[in-house]
């Protein structure tokens, strides 16, 4: 969209151009480049030079959707100035000075607050984060921090709740995303997780206040949201054989589309069709593991390739004897099918001992953040 406008501040009286000028304003729509952009407003000959002098500082085919760009004009069509929002905080700018367009980014520091938030959760994680007047980013930043210790697919009850003191970044006092989750709490029954964030010489990730890393080898599930249709069997009516077999995995439900994550560092063993499973693939892990997952839709890596934990490997599909989109996660010890809900999975290597006077002092003073009471929602200003 584009809109007629008033000179903006970075046309101010300082500026070289003291003409009357022509200034228009719009958004970067879908699939648009930068001429379809400015069509109507500079001939290709122009938006050419416009591109080739922005060039060396930023590569104007790069454009996001939805970001604001300015354009003004001479009282002979000719460009005098042009600026486009790379992000939050960087704005590219063009200013015509004779004949010249000199070219710059432009900036901004974001202000850091801090904000408590709490929770009670009566239907979803999602649902209680949205209730405290917050984005979902939150609830998808809260499950990645226990990721390690609760499944949030199947292991989330009402009653639940959580305390989380996090940074908003704002920019002219307008909220732009979250920071870092300095401290978090995740009641579940009489079960009380709680993580720090820490970032040491040596050490940086989130830790239980005894100094154990939350970080575990293996993720609870391969999806982030989702909801288990099957679990492991040692007989299973079949859906579509209609014979009753071991179902040697986990299904989840989720839709076609949604991205299947490796729940551990492995090398992929297998990446391709494997009979009933469909488009599969497989990694092998240290200590004897291997993991599989099945009925992908596509597949994302392939055989050889070395992957980290919560990468993505593809996505949810119905390939295979399926009936609808699911993923069919399994995970072998040592040759042998086991229950992945069922796995205890080690934690990594605690804090160096050199690190924990520091982790303790930062510990004491983030936990300290967390709001009072689950249910209620307070802010304070860092």
Not at 113 to 141: C, K, P
Request: net charge positive.
């Amino acid at each position: 969209m584009l809109l007629p406008t008033h000179v903006p501040r970075w046309l101010d009286a300082e500026s070289p151009v003291a003409e009357p000028l022509t200034v228009v304003r719009g958004t970067i729509a879908r699939h648009s480049t930068l001429a379809s952009a400015l069509e109507g407003l500079l001939p290709p000959a122009g938006v050419h030079r416009l591109v080739e002098a922005a060039r060396p500082v930023y590569d104007l085919a790069r454009l996001s959707v939805g970001r604001p760009f300015g354009l003004a004009l001479g009282p002979d069509g000719l460009l005098r100035a042009f600026t486009y929002g790379i992000d939050e905080v960087r704005t590219l700018r063009v200013l015509r000075r004779g004949e010249a367009l000199e070219v710059e980014v432009v900036t901004r520091s974001f202000e850091t607050r801090v904000d408590r938030v709490s929770g009670v959760i009566e239907s979803s994680l999602f649902a209680t984060v949205t209730t405290a007047g917050e984005d979902d980013q939150l609830a998808l930043d809260l499950a990645d921090i226990f990721a390690w210790d609760v499944d949030f697919n199947t292991e989330i009850r009402r009653g639940d709740s959580f305390r989380v003191a996090v940074e908003k970044l704002h920019v002219d006092g307008r909220f732009c995303r979250y920071g870092r989750i300095l401290a978090a709490e995740f009641t579940r029954g009489k079960r009380v997780l709680r993580a720090v964030r820490f970032e040491g010489e040596k050490s940086s990730g989130y830790y239980d206040p005894a100094g154990t890393p939350l970080r575990k080898a293996f993720l609870r599930s391969p999806l982030k949201f989702s909801r288990i249709s099957s679990r492991f069997s040692g007989a299973r009516l079949h859906p579509i054989l209609n014979v009753t077999r071991p179902h040697f995995g986990v299904d989840y439900a989720a839709p076609a589309g949604t991205p299947v994550l490796a729940t551990a560092n492995g090398v992929v063993t297998l990446a391709g069709w494997k009979d009933d499973y469909g488009k599969t693939v497989r990694l092998r892990h240290p200590n004897g593991f291997e993991t599989l997952y099945g009925h992908l839709s596509r597949i994302d890596v392939g055989p050889g390739t070395r992957v980290i934990q919560g990468m993505r490997l593809g996505a949810v599909g119905m390939t295979g004897l399926a009936t609808g989109p699911h993923l069919d996660y399994r995970m072998v010890r040592k040759g042998v099918f086991v229950d992945p809900l069922k796995v205890q999975s080690p934690p990594a290597d605690p804090l160096p001992a050199g690190e924990r006077p520091a982790f303790e002092r930062a510990s004491a003073e983030r936990l300290a953040l967390l709001p009072a009471d689950a249910g209620r929602t307070a802010r304070a200003a860092p």
